[in-house]
């Protein structure tokens, strides 16, 4: 594994390159660092050039103390992919929220996405529950801002534990955690791209949300909706499984 960096619209984000072959850049949802990825980008090293990256203002990434935006989210992975070959074009899989970087990234700089795998991008907008999903959003943020982290999160079915450390899961609830629930991707627009796509959930996910909004993204879509090991993190709790089944569907969506 190499390390580099690129400077990008006032942020250095910091990526790491595994393996030998065609590009795979991995978005990090949750806490927006690479390293959730450890596991994973070693399993499919061996066929693909891997990168992961901390996203701005998280992990190793320094970057202005600036709201989420979902555009620049995806202008960054757009930098990130140039700097390791400037001229490629890479398979794409997002995670959470960092499907919904995928997904903007396809829209806005489709000529750097090859294929794209999103698995459990939130979409809540997209829900026939929309308006009480985000109401209990809200709350959360509301949540965070008068008793913490801890207390906001139990509200999700989450904890500071799932965050690698506890100044991820403030920037995360701070910062990006709003954004991403109110984020509806342009579904029309990423199809008229033609870029090949697939949806997916985790067989074991307990929250009905993430496996409706991947439903709901590939009938929009008309592409593929596929059951990935494991729940929300298959990809961190069996990353050989994991790795079988996304290297399955990239291969698919090369073929299509």
Same mark, same amino acid.
């Given at each position: 594994?190499?390390?580099?960096?690129?400077?990008? #619209? &006032?942020?250095?984000?910091?990526?790491?390159?595994?393996?030998?072959? !065609?590009?795979?850049?991995?978005?990090?949802?949750?806490?927006?660092?690479?390293?959730?990825?450890?596991?994973?980008?070693?399993?499919?090293?061996?066929?693909?050039?891997?990168?992961?990256?901390?996203?701005?203002?998280?992990?190793?990434?320094?970057?202005?103390?600036?709201?989420?935006?979902?555009?620049?989210?995806?202008?960054?992975?757009?930098?990130?992919?140039?700097?390791?070959?400037?001229?490629?074009?890479?398979?794409?899989?997002?995670?959470?929220?960092?499907?919904?970087?995928?997904?903007?990234?396809?829209?806005?700089?489709?000529?750097?996405?090859? #294929?794209?795998?999103?698995?459990?991008?939130?979409?809540?907008?997209?829900?026939?529950?929309? @308006?009480?999903?985000?109401?209990?959003?809200?709350?959360?943020?509301?949540?965070?801002?008068?008793?913490?982290?801890?207390?906001?999160?139990?509200?999700?079915?989450?904890?500071?534990?799932?965050?690698?450390? !506890?100044?991820?899961?403030?920037?995360?609830?701070?910062?990006?955690?709003? !954004?991403?629930?109110?984020?509806? @991707?342009?579904?029309?627009?990423?199809?008229?791209?033609?870029?090949?796509?697939?949806?997916?959930?985790?067989?074991?996910?307990?929250? @009905?949300?993430?496996?409706?909004?991947?439903?709901?993204?590939?009938?929009?879509?008309?592409?593929?909706?596929?059951?990935? @090991? &494991?729940?929300?993190?298959?990809?961190?709790?069996?990353?050989?499984?994991?790795?079988?089944?996304?290297?399955? #569907?990239?291969?698919?969506?090369?073929?299509?």
């Amino acid at each position: 594994m190499s390390t580099h960096t690129v400077r990008h #619209e &006032g942020a250095e984000l910091a990526y790491d390159v595994r393996g030998a072959g !065609p590009l795979l850049l991995l978005i990090a949802g949750l806490g927006g660092e690479g390293a959730r990825f450890a596991g994973l980008a070693e399993q499919l090293s061996d066929d693909y050039t891997v990168l992961t990256y901390d996203r701005r203002g998280t992990g190793r990434s320094a970057g202005r103390d600036t709201d989420f935006d979902m555009a620049q989210q995806a202008r960054d992975a757009a930098a990130v992919i140039r700097s390791a070959r400037p001229t490629a074009r890479a398979a794409v899989f997002g995670q959470g929220g960092g499907g919904s970087i995928a997904f903007e990234l396809a829209v806005h700089l489709p000529d750097v996405v090859a #294929e794209l795998v999103v698995h459990e991008a939130p979409s809540i907008p997209l829900l026939p529950d929309a @308006p009480q999903r985000l109401a209990l959003a809200r709350e959360i943020r509301a949540t965070y801002e008068s008793r913490g982290a801890a207390a906001a999160l139990a509200l999700w079915g989450a904890s500071p534990a799932d965050f690698a450390r !506890p100044a991820a899961a403030d920037h995360f609830l701070g910062r990006e955690f709003l !954004p991403i629930a109110w984020h509806s @991707p342009d579904l029309d627009a990423v199809r008229r791209t033609g870029i090949p796509v697939v949806t997916a959930a985790g067989a074991g996910t307990r929250e @009905p949300y993430y496996t409706r909004g991947a439903r709901v993204q590939a009938e929009h879509l008309a592409c593929r909706y596929v059951e990935f @090991p &494991g729940d929300h993190f298959g990809f961190v709790s069996e990353p050989a499984l994991f790795a079988d089944v996304l290297a399955k #569907e990239l291969a698919g969506l090369r073929r299509a």
